[in-house]
């Protein structure tokens, strides 16, 4: 069976529907105490590089190569491991992956979530 991967601000309220609840970016969220958060885990390593994440700079026409771009590095040995980390909880739990990012629908949340689901 399927589980729901889900994804949004880091800042929003956490929910019991949540499921585990993974932070995917590689720097820690302004302004956010570490027992605020209420993670389960935080994988800075399936987060995009920080060459990507500078040259990105969350510009929405950037978006589409930025998504390829990410996509080919959730491939290299720097990601991997974390990448099937993740794959894995999304096999055997609700998963709510997240972000500080604004714009939730243009950030690697976005990517996860419909990379998780369609390599299912």
């Avoid at 389960?40 to 590089?49: F, H, M, Y």
């Avoid at 690697?108 to 979530?113: G, K």
């Amino acid at each position: 069976m399927a589980k729901q991967i889900t994804y949004r601000r880091v800042y929003e309220e956490t929910a019991p529907k949540d499921g585990k609840r993974v932070l995917v970016d590689r720097v820690w969220p302004r302004g956010m105490r570490k027992e605020d958060a209420h993670l389960d885990e935080w994988l800075r390593n399936v987060a995009p590089s920080s060459e990507l994440r500078k040259w990105y700079g969350h510009e929405p026409s950037r978006f589409t190569e930025f998504r390829r771009r990410y996509l080919a590095e959730l491939r290299d040995a720097g990601h991997r491991e974390a990448a099937e980390h993740l794959r894995d909880l999304a096999a055997h739990d609700k998963l709510m992956l997240l972000t500080a990012t604004k714009d939730v629908d243009h950030s690697q949340a976005a990517v996860l979530a419909e990379w998780l689901t369609k390599s299912r």
